[in-house]
Structures are given as structure tokens and as C-alpha cells.
């Protein structure tokens, strides 16, 4: 069973940039797609990106692109989420998954964004 545990997280003034890291354990992770998520207070969970089994493929949700980069690592077993220029709008718990959800969410990381 694959655990996933989400860390990076802060909070930061807007303009700024953090870097999130998801690491998993159990299982490798190394045949999926593998995504960032986010949830907002009072929202539902949304996509943020997702990147390929090799890590050249990426697909991001549109008010992200150009600010954030998701990359892997599949000898360590871990997804990192770099985010910059950061706006007050990105203020939400951030998890990572499969892009498919199919694995346990973990606790995700919150990312507070200062005006």
C-alpha cells in the first residue's frame, strides 16, 4: 500500500516561491502519472499538474502555467511541485496523487499567500 506524505509547504507573500515535495513509501510510484492537487476553503479539490512516467510529459491547469513545475524523481520515489510568483489565489492545501486519485490522499501541505 503506497503512502504519500506532502511537505513544503508555508506561508509567503505574494510574488514569492515555495517548493513542495511529496514522498511516497510502500510501493514505487514510478509506473504512474503522477499530479499535484489543491483545495481551497470552501471549494472542492481541483488539478493543479500532472507529469509523465518519465518525467518530459507535463500538463498544467491554466492559471499555473508558466508559475509552477512539476518534476519527479523515480530513484527516490518522490514528486516536487516548484511554484513561483505566487499569488494569493494559490492559498490552498496541496496534495499529490496519482492523476487519477487513485492512491490514499494524504495530509497535504498548506500554502498560505500573503497580499
Known amino acids: 500500500q503506497v503512502q504519500l506524505v506532502e511537505s513544503g509547504g508555508g506561508l509567503v507573500q505574494a510574488g514569492e516561491s515555495l517548493r513542495l515535495s511529496c514522498a511516497a513509501s510502500g510501493r514505487t510510484v514510478s509506473g504512474y502519472v503522477m499530479g499535484w492537487f489543491r483545495q481551497a476553503p470552501g471549494k472542492e479539490r481541483e488539478f493543479v499538474a500532472s507529469i509523465g512516467l518519465s518525467g518530459y510529459s507535463t500538463s498544467y491547469e491554466d492559471s499555473v502555467k508558466g508559475r509552477f513545475t512539476i518534476s519527479r524523481d523515480n530513484a527516490k520515489n518522490m514528486v516536487y511541485l516548484q511554484m513561483n510568483s505566487l499569488k494569493p489565489e494559490d492559498t490552498a492545501v496541496y496534495y499529490c496523487?496519482?492523476?487519477?486519485?487513485?492512491?490514499?490522499w494524504g495530509q497535504g501541505t498548506q500554502v498560505t499567500v500573503s497580499s
Open positions: 496523487n496519482t492523476r487519477g486519485g487513485t492512491i490514499n
